[in-house]
């Protein structure tokens, strides 16, 4: 009885596995939830604004707690990024908790008008301590290191761009502590949205081409340090032939 030849073995293909260090990295506008996040994030104070012109500071605050809520569970529902929203009932909160205590509706703006002058010294300090923060935070984001620090050209780079984040917060506190010595909340909240993203886009710009710069420099500084390739010498000819 002649023996059945063994069935070959099905020739399983497996796909490789992705390497997470590939995937591209999220951009920062992917990290805010996209453009409708940075739309979720104003909707509050928009609201807020209305409601406080049309009725009073206690209405206006619970509709802005109310929105912040109801866009959190929309974007749990549509599977959508929830750290813009988580970050945005935070802020809601915080305000909520200031505008209960101060009693005023100007109340509901003083943590962002603070939390800006706050962030304005502390990029003055890395500035004047020459570990400026656009560079020790981009390199801490992307482990890249702070070699930068010991070239002053790719130091300045990042000056520069720390330079324009101490004015973008400089300029929040400045404008948006005045409407509120002032207690118009109205203008407040319109310094509010027209102050965020806008000038927060310009020192973003700005960071990106600092980056660019300093890494331009530093591989150029790499370069000049390699030593030049010894090129191989020509055969000797036998003297025997």
């Given at each position: 009885m002649s023996e059945q030849p063994a069935p070959a073995a099905?020739?399983?293909?497996?796909?490789?596995?992705?390497?997470?260090?590939?995937?591209?990295?999220?951009?920062?506008?992917e990290q805010m939830g996209g453009i409708s996040g940075l739309i979720y994030s104003s909707v509050p104070i928009v609201v807020f604004v209305l409601v406080n012109?049309?009725?009073?500071?206690?209405?206006?605050?619970?509709?802005a707690v109310g929105v912040a809520v109801a866009i959190a569970v929309v974007r749990l529902v549509?599977?959508?990024?929830?750290?813009p929203a988580i970050s945005g009932l935070f802020g809601i909160a915080v305000a909520a908790f200031i505008t209960i205590r101060t009693g005023s509706a100007k109340g509901f703006f003083a943590f962002g008008i603070w939390s800006s002058l706050v962030y304005c010294g502390a990029f003055l300090v890395s500035a004047l301590v020459r570990w400026p923060l656009a560079g020790v935070i981009?390199?801490?984001?992307?482990n890249s290191g702070f070699k930068w620090r010991s070239d002053?050209?790719?130091?300045?780079?990042y000056d520069v761009a720390?330079?324009?984040?101490i004015l973008v917060f400089g300029s929040k506190f400045v404008v948006q502590q005045w409407l509120y010595s002032e207690d118009n909340v109205g203008l407040l909240g319109l310094a509010r949205i027209a102050m965020g993203y806008p000038l927060t886009a310009i020192a973003i710009a700005v960071t990106v081409w600092a980056v660019r710069k300093a890494d331009k420099r530093l591989a150029q500084l790499a370069a000049?340090?390699?030593?030049?390739?010894?090129?191989?010498?020509?055969?000797?000819a036998d003297p025997a032939t």
């Open positions: 099905e020739s399983v293909t497996e796909e490789p596995a992705q390497d997470e260090s590939s995937k591209p990295m999220p951009t920062l506008l012109y049309l009725f009073e500071w206690q209405a206006a605050l619970w509709a549509r599977r959508e990024p929830l750290q981009w390199s801490t984001l992307n002053k050209a790719a130091r300045l780079y720390t330079l324009v984040w000049e340090e390699e030593p030049p390739a010894v090129e191989p010498s020509a055969p000797q």
